[in-house]
Nanobody
Framework: QVQLVESGGGLVQAGGSLRLSCAVSGRAFSTYTMGWFRQPPGREREIVAGIRWTGNTTYYADSVKGRFTISRDNAKNTVTLQMDSLKPEDTAVYFC????????????WGQGTQVTVSS
């Protein structure tokens, strides 16, 4: 069973930065498109950023463009979300997602990490 373990969440003041990491078990990491999602209190889960398995295409939600950066390290089986200029509306539980979009399709989720931005 593939496991995704997020780390790096916490409490930060508005304008500050946090760096989330997601470690993925197994040997198929390079075949996964990776994404970060978040679920604010009382709201639906939404995508924040994604990076394709090829590593050459990234996606950002409009609300985080220019502030967040997603990257991956296939040698370390990790995906990172650098979050700068944080705002109170970024407060949410952040989830890591791994999916394979070809061959045997899979979709895995991490357990989530809390990010709280105080004003």
């Amino acid at each position: 069973q593939v496991q995704l373990v997020e780390s790096g969440g916490g409490l930060v003041q508005a304008g500050g930065s946090l760096r989330l990491s997601c470690a993925v078990s197994g040997r198929a990491f390079s075949t996964y498109t990776m994404g970060w999602f978040r679920q604010p209190p009382g709201r639906e889960r939404e995508i924040v950023a994604g990076i394709r398995w090829t590593g050459n295409t990234t996606y950002y939600a409009d609300s985080v463009k220019g502030r967040f950066t997603i990257s991956r390290d296939n040698a370390k089986n990790t995906v990172t979300l650098q979050m700068d200029s944080l705002k109170p509306e970024d407060t949410a539980v952040y989830f890591c997602n791994a999916k394979r979009e070809f061959g045997i399709r899979v979709n895995y989720w991490g357990q989530g990490t809390q990010v709280t931005v105080s004003s």
